[in-house]
């Protein structure tokens, strides 16, 4: 069966870095889209970055536009997000999420798997 783990995940100080990995088994990550999401207490899930298979169009979040960086590791089958300059707003769970039809979207309905989330937390 298919498996997503992320890790990376931890307490960093404003403007710090954090590099969020996704390793993936029971799929081949090249042949998926994948997405980040994540989601703070009290909010929607919210869709952070994708990247579809194939070298394929990557999508970010206006919110995380020139500070987050999604890319994959085929040979590892495993994807990252760099977060840089990290920001308060940006605490929370992240999670990644793999879907068959290559083309990046947002909608949490068309995820077929989803991993069990990493905390991130940015102090001020």
């Known amino acids: 069966q298919v498996k997503l783990v992320e890790s990376g995940g931890g307490l960093v100080q404003s403007g710090g870095s954090l590099r969020l990995s996704c390793a993936a088994s029971?799929?081949?990550?090249?042949?998926?889209?994948i997405s980040w999401f994540r989601q703070a207490p009290g909010k929607e899930r919210e869709g952070v970055s994708c990247s579809e298979p194939g070298d394929g169009d990557i999508v970010y979040v206006d919110s995380v536009k020139g500070r987050f960086t999604i890319s994959r590791d085929n040979a590892k089958n495993t994807v990252y997000l760099q977060m840089n300059n990290l920001k308060p707003e940006d605490t929370a769970v992240y999670y990644c999420?793999?879907?068959?039809?290559?083309?990046?979207?947002?909608?949490?309905?068309?995820?077929?798997?989803w991993g069990q989330g990493t905390q991130v937390t940015v102090s001020s």
């Open positions: 999420a793999t879907d068959r039809v290559p083309a990046c979207t947002f909608v949490i309905a068309l995820y077929d798997d």
């Open positions: 029971g799929l081949a990550l090249e042949d998926y889209t």
